[in-house]
């Protein structure tokens, strides 16, 4: 921060109020670089502007980059609080402390104004009128959260949408084996449907009890009025819910009472979370925490249970810290405000209670140091090959390329990336060769390089981040090509080939100049490189793969007299692939074509080997 800005920010914090609100600090570009609350905003702000001598060099590096600030005053703190949380979600600003943990908190979707309401998975709450329940922790969990409830209120999984679909093709294998009732083909109407998601429903918001009374007073009546097979229906499902209670994975994520928080402050900062319900402990998460070195136990912990709970739909009536917390009581009025009771936030100081942080603290600890070990494995392996190619700077971000086509068809490329040693999956890209006809894979690669970095000068978003080490799946001939794309652009990244042996396996990297580099000491450099190029040959083969069989697939039905695009596309979509067309008897498939194309198919195909026959498990000609 430059004297003239420094001047013009204090003569702004002057004119502040002595009330409560949130204050965002901005940098020279305008984005939020932190946000924070305050009893007494002008107090608080004005402390940023004073004598550095008693900042942390947290604050220091904060204050130097800041051009402005914006403030917001609130009625109370606990206005600010909400407002701060909310702020702080959205913008993910630099130098708050963040929950840092690659899988998300997924939250659970449901929208009950639709007529057949399905459950989802989102990565945020959207302000669309549907019901959110989370966030859970990993996308995993809360895929195994939906699969659940489907099993337990027999709804559909198969992506259909209702009642666009009804009627329109066969129930599913889920229907025979009795786990969906098949509204597809109405077996259930519009209002039993949403009878069972309701229910489904009332059990996320913890309501599992009354769920099972529900249904089991209802299998009485039926049992009653001799209605033996709705009686045996409404058995099904009630030992089927009974079951979901009982499976951890679930029931922790909206059935604690108790949750106890533990914290680990060492290389790695993290916390971890244990869930109790009915003095059980049934599950754990662990979070890894991107924090200064200088943020006090307290303040990343009070951090993060405020992010944690915030806009959670389930949330516990005791919460157990390892520490206390500046914004306790505001965080006890925001919770049983959100959870419509009283929820209560404690730091226990004897008893049994003090050995469940004790116990959360430990499982804190093991994770950071787990994961400490690994990244420091992985860091290790980086710099033996920023040594090994005499680089400036450790090559963090490094992407790999590979063509893959087969006789010249189907000719595609992939892109990988590896972000401090481990594969980041969501930044892979695939690309289709546009501009190049047969095998040239000097010239597709040429082209797919062009294209990726024409993205990232241009600034779009999925190529945002510049590699600090490009490595080509090829010898000295792909590395010249990548070289001279990446020289063309007036870029300054390292580009090596990865050269394999006679066995496939990667033996050397290679400069645009021919140098060879030897990788086979040490192990885990080798390890490094040959898991790298594995990968992006893995990818580019699948893609390749994918593309032909959807060519052969689509030209195989096109081969069949009556059956065009609009025909093919209602096929595939009813049988979901060529195989099970083939399979189809001409009553079948009249259910979906005109009987007499159905006939035609049959008969093309009672002529005809299939595709398998054809292709191996590789993809490639017999």
């Excluded at 502007?49 to 403030?71: A, G, L, P, R, W």
């Excluded at 936030?345 to 070990?373: F, H, S, W, Y």
């Excluded at 490094?398 to 401090?420: C, K, P």
Aim: aromatic share 8%.
């Amino acid at each position: 921060m430059d004297n003239q800005t420094l001047l013009r920010v204090k003569e702004k914090v002057k004119t502040l109020p002595l009330k409560p609100g949130v204050y965002i600090m901005l940098d020279r570009s305008g984005k939020v670089i932190y946000v924070g609350k305050s009893k007494l905003l002008k107090n608080r702000v004005s402390q940023y502007f004073q004598d550095s001598q008693s900042h942390t060099q947290k604050t220091i590096n904060m204050v130097s980059e800041i051009h402005d600030f914006d403030y917001i005053v609130a009625e109370s703190e606990f206005e600010a609080l909400l407002l701060e949380c909310s702020l702080i979600k959205r913008h993910m600003p630099k130098y708050n402390i963040l929950l840092k943990d690659g899988k998300g908190f997924p939250f659970i979707r449901v929208d009950m104004d639709e007529p057949y309401p399905q459950f989802s998975m989102e990565s945020r709450m959207k302000n669309d009128g549907a019901r959110y329940f989370g966030p859970y922790g990993g996308r995993q969990r809360t895929a195994k959260i939906i699969e659940a409830l489907q099993d337990a209120f027999f709804l559909p999984d198969c992506g259909r949408v209702f009642p666009r679909d009804i009627g329109k093709g066969r129930p599913c294998l889920r229907y025979h084996m009795k786990k969906c009732n098949a509204p597809c083909n109405g077996s259930i109407d519009e209002e039993q449907y949403r009878e069972m998601v309701s229910q489904a429903v009332s059990t996320l918001e913890g309501k599992y009890e009354q769920v099972l009374k529900n249904i089991r007073d209802e299998m009485e009546q039926a049992a009653e009025g001799l209605l033996f097979e709705k009686a045996a229906e409404l058995r099904d499902r009630y030992n089927a819910i009974s079951a979901l209670g009982q499976r951890q994975n679930v029931v922790s994520s909206f059935r604690a009472d108790t949750d106890v928080v533990g914290y680990y402050d060492g290389p790695r900062k993290a916390v971890a979370i244990l869930h109790y319900f009915d003095g059980l402990l049934l599950d754990k998460e662990v979070t890894l925490v991107d924090s200064y070195f200088e943020d006090s136990v307290s303040e990343v912990v009070d951090a993060y249970v405020t992010q944690y709970y915030s806009g959670r739909t389930a949330i516990p009536r005791y919460i157990l810290l390892p520490v206390d917390i500046e914004n306790r009581k505001s965080l006890e009025d925001m919770l049983s405000d959100e959870a419509g009771r009283k929820v209560n936030i404690l730091v226990p100081r004897r008893g049994e209670r003090v050995q469940m942080v004790n116990l959360a603290n430990e499982n804190a600890k093991e994770e950071a140091e787990r994961v400490t070990t690994r990244e420091d494995r992985r860091k290790n392996s980086l710099r033996l090959l920023q040594n090994a190619l005499g680089l400036e700077e450790l090559p963090s971000r490094i992407e790999a390329y590979d063509v893959s086509n087969l006789s010249g068809s189907d000719v595609v490329a992939a892109m990988t990336v590896f972000e401090g040693g481990a594969p980041l999956k969501k930044d892979y890209r695939r690309f289709n060769i546009k501009d190049v006809e047969g095998q040239d894979d000097y010239a597709s690669m040429k082209e797919v390089l062009i294209r990726r970095l024409s993205r990232y000068i241009e600034g779009d978003d999925k190529f945002s981040k510049k590699p600090d080490l490009l490595l080509i799946d090829g010898g000295e001939v792909h590395a010249k090509v990548a070289a001279d794309v990446v020289e063309d652009f007036g870029l300054m990244i390292p580009v090596y080939g990865m050269v394999k042996d006679k066995r496939h396996r990667t033996r050397a990297l290679v400069s645009p100049d021919g140098s060879e580099i030897g990788i086979d000491s040490p192990p885990q450099l080798f390890s490094l490189i040959g898991k790298i190029q594995e990968e992006t040959h893995r990818f580019a083969i699948e893609f390749n793969r994918s593309k032909r069989r959807r060519r052969v697939s689509g030209s195989e039905l096109d081969k069949i007299k009556g059956v065009g695009p609009a025909r093919r596309a209602a096929l595939l979509k009813s049988f979901r692939s060529v195989k099970a067309i083939r399979a189809a008897n001409v009553d079948e498939l009249a259910e979906v074509v005109p009987e007499n194309i159905a006939r035609s198919i049959r008969e093309y195909f009672d002529g005809h080997h299939s595709v398998q026959e054809v292709l191996n498990d590789k993809g490639e000609k017999k």
